[in-house]
């Protein structure tokens, strides 16, 4: 099974770290944010990468290279001076990530989720890992009923940033700049997006205050 990071967004919320830094090298616990997630997904059976770049991604590519250290191969899917959004990056590195499933992590997200190999039930497009509303999003994104997302529920979570996505979710798109939203909310009405709950640490590391508040955690605990 494959994967893929997302990091090629410019990061404005993290100004002025990331005038200089691109936001997957910024470091917690004395390493960079990307490197916790590229040695989570090795631990999880995935051997091939693919990473996305446009902001600093020299720097990215610089750090990382073949991915030899982490037991991974590492291709990178460089998409110009003005990233393609969630969606359209996603498309642009459909061709390294082949025809089956395979996993989708945000560059900024800390967890200690198990990547593992999942199988999809016919139908289905894709898969959201979600977590209980943090306080800088208190009304979550979706809900769920009977292992399917739904827009609206009883209870709603938030889409943590990690997912298992099928090639065919992208049916149709074009190479161009796109959100992935409209695609889950179109997958979504078909009864095609499924869902789990994670409840286990996960941090949306996306301003200065939590990523220094991770850090401090992570130094704290050795």
Known sequence: MKAMILAAGRGDRMRPLTDETPKPLLTVGGRPLIDYQLAALASGGIDEVVINLSWLGAKIRAMIGTGDKYGLKITYSDEGAEALETGGGIFRALPWLGPDPFWVVNGDVFA????????????????LVMVANPAHHPRGDFSLADGHITARGP????????AVLHPDLFAGAVDARFPLAPLLDAAIERRALTGEVFDGRWIDVGTPERLAALDRALSASG
């Open 155 to 162: 209870r709603s979570w938030t889409y943590s940033g990690i």
């Open 112 to 127: 200690d989720f198990r990547f593992d190999l999942r199988a999809f039930a016919p139908g289905v497009l894709g898969h």
